[in-house]
């Protein structure tokens, strides 16, 4: 059995699909409960592959060979977490197209075990890719935040906002787009009600 959790920005992330594939075959597909939790039962002597992904974010793979000696048995547990990340117009996610774990049966250990080279040789080019990604979409927040603060002094608030609501679904935990968008709410509040 495998049991997983999805998370971005280092929380649960509910409602993301994950789907179990065998070979490229996919075979399963469950929503990630309310605690961004999931788990598949996986036969023996086979290779599967374990996809997380939901819409406006990069979907993550994890590879599981179940391939065991004939002389084993029993029931193994397997735990990971796969976190989700935001996508950015402009990076490159290519390196996501891998597996970023490949767990199989080691024998000496008698367990379910991440394969330590393979996770290495990827860590480089995901942590490369991430700080692509975070710059991707700290500019794009920037921008937005700056669209909205010019298109507020112009006036236009209704575009000011839309600005404003742009930058928030970027970072929803900053707060500064929310209370840019109070600021023009109250202001036009105010217009209307001395008018």
């Given at each position: 059995?495998?049991?997983?959790?999805?998370?971005q920005?280092?929380?649960?992330?509910?409602?993301?699909t994950?789907?179990?594939?065998?070979?490229?075959?996919?075979v399963?597909s469950?929503?990630?409960?309310?605690?961004?939790?999931f788990?598949?039962?996986?036969?023996m002597n086979?290779?599967?592959?374990?996809?997380?992904e939901?819409?406006g974010?990069?979907?993550k793979?994890i590879s599981?060979?179940t391939?065991?000696?004939?002389?084993?048995?029993?029931t193994?547990m397997?735990?990971?977490?796969m976190?989700?990340?935001?996508?950015?117009?402009?990076?490159?996610?290519?390196?996501?197209n891998?597996p970023v774990?490949?767990v199989?049966f080691?024998?000496k250990r008698?367990?379910f075990i991440s394969?330590?080279?393979?996770v290495s040789?990827m860590r480089?080019r995901i942590?490369?890719?991430?700080?692509?990604?975070?710059?991707c979409?700290l500019?794009?927040?920037?921008?937005?935040?700056?669209?909205?603060?010019q298109?507020?002094?112009?006036k236009k608030?209704?575009?000011?906002?839309?600005?404003?609501k742009?930058?928030?679904?970027?970072f929803?935990t900053?707060?500064l787009?929310?209370k840019?968008i109070a600021?023009?709410?109250?202001?036009?509040?105010?217009q209307?009600?001395s008018?």
């Amino acid at each position: 059995e495998v049991r997983g959790i999805s998370e971005q920005d280092m929380e649960p992330l509910p409602n993301a699909t994950a789907n179990l594939y065998e070979g490229s075959t996919k075979v399963k597909s469950v929503q990630t409960g309310s605690d961004g939790t999931f788990s598949f039962r996986l036969e023996m002597n086979k290779q599967y592959v374990v996809e997380i992904e939901k819409n406006g974010l990069i979907s993550k793979r994890i590879s599981f060979n179940t391939t065991i000696p004939d002389e084993e048995t029993g029931t193994w547990m397997n735990e990971f977490s796969m976190g989700l990340i935001r996508k950015c117009s402009g990076v490159d996610y290519s390196v996501l197209n891998d597996p970023v774990d490949k767990v199989s049966f080691d024998p000496k250990r008698r367990e379910f075990i991440s394969d330590k080279n393979y996770v290495s040789g990827m860590r480089p080019r995901i942590e490369n890719m991430m700080i692509k990604n975070d710059q991707c979409l700290l500019s794009s927040y920037e921008s937005a935040v700056k669209k909205g603060d010019q298109l507020a002094a112009q006036k236009k608030f209704d575009e000011a906002i839309a600005a404003y609501k742009e930058a928030d679904a970027i970072f929803p935990t900053e707060t500064l787009p929310d209370k840019k968008i109070a600021e023009i709410n109250s202001l036009v509040n105010k217009q209307q009600n001395s008018a």
